[in-house]
């Protein structure tokens, strides 16, 4: 019923060790498989340790550090970037170095003639939560390479506006929250008993969703 919403194809990009896990699962679980085959329309479905490619869902394998290498293995699964183009990215942008997540914004926005982005990670990294989010994931040995791009919702979408997008926007979580519905939120929040409500509310101001467009075809 939702045939003409859904996107044309999806595509999920990984590390190589992390799509051969998924792919594994994929492979050894119906509820995942079934479907994948069910939407598949073509001669072949092509799988293999790294990569798998269906008519209407690609995961591939791949470090988003090299665009270069990146857009090859998507063109080989029948990327259209002449299509109306959504790219989603949790949590990635801030493990990288500033110059590799812009070389990949900018990648991105020149390629795809009409796009639109969204990113959610951290911000507003430069407060006193913020320092002792990083610590605890230091302690972890995680770093997070790109952190100083979070200090703030403008420099959120700064980021993206140096990078070659149109026009661009970022809100926090806290923001996002309080745009849902309240009855919902209620219903919830009287199942879900919020002990730490000014923890909840802390952690969601130093997440965000930012989000940016290009428009060729003035759609």
């Given at each position: 019923?939702?045939?003409?919403?859904?996107?044309?194809?999806?595509?999920?990009?990984?590390?190589?060790?992390?799509?051969?896990?998924?792919?594994?699962?994929?492979?050894?679980?119906p509820p995942l498989s079934k479907p994948i085959m069910e939407s598949?329309?073509?001669?072949?479905?092509?799988?293999?340790?790294?990569?798998?490619?269906?008519?209407?869902?690609?995961?591939?394998?791949?470090?988003?550090?090299?665009?270069?290498?990146?857009?090859?293995?998507?063109?080989?699964?029948?990327?259209?970037?002449?299509?109306?183009?959504?790219?989603?990215?949790?949590?990635?942008?801030?493990?990288?170095?500033?110059?590799?997540?812009?070389?990949?914004?900018?990648?991105?926005?020149?390629?795809?003639?009409?796009?639109?982005?969204?990113?959610?990670?951290?911000?507003?990294?430069?407060?006193?939560?913020?320092?002792?989010?990083?610590?605890?994931?230091?302690?972890?040995?995680?770093?997070?390479?790109?952190?100083?791009?979070?200090?703030?919702?403008?420099?959120?979408?700064?980021?993206?506006?140096?990078?070659?997008?149109?026009?661009?926007?970022?809100?926090?979580?806290?923001?996002?929250?309080?745009?849902?519905?309240?009855?919902?939120?209620?219903?919830?929040?009287?199942?879900?008993?919020?002990?730490?409500?000014?923890?909840?509310?802390?952690?969601?101001?130093?997440?965000?969703?930012?989000?940016?467009?290009?428009?060729?075809?003035?759609?």
């Amino acid at each position: 019923q939702d045939e003409n919403l859904l996107p044309r194809k999806y595509f999920e990009v990984d590390f190589p060790m992390i799509v051969a896990r998924k792919i594994h699962n994929i492979k050894s679980k119906p509820p995942l498989s079934k479907p994948i085959m069910e939407s598949h329309s073509g001669d072949s479905l092509l799988i293999d340790c790294h990569s798998l490619d269906s008519s209407r869902y690609s995961i591939v394998g791949a470090d988003l550090r090299f665009s270069s290498d990146l857009e090859e293995k998507l063109k080989k699964h029948s990327l259209d970037i002449h299509l109306p183009t959504l790219l989603v990215a949790e949590c990635v942008l801030v493990y990288m170095t500033p110059q590799q997540s812009a070389n990949l914004l900018k990648w991105a926005a020149s390629t795809f003639p009409v796009a639109m982005v969204i990113n959610y990670e951290q911000v507003n990294m430069g407060d006193r939560f913020g320092q002792i989010m990083i610590e605890n994931l230091q302690r972890r040995q995680c770093s997070l390479a790109g952190v100083q791009l979070c200090s703030s919702l403008h420099s959120q979408r700064e980021r993206l506006l140096a990078s070659g997008w149109e026009n661009a926007r970022a809100v926090d979580m806290m923001k996002v929250y309080s745009f849902l519905p309240q009855a919902d939120v209620k219903r919830i929040e009287s199942l879900e008993f919020l002990d730490e409500k000014e923890l909840f509310e802390q952690l969601m101001q130093h997440y965000c969703i930012c989000w940016a467009s290009k428009d060729s075809s003035n759609l």
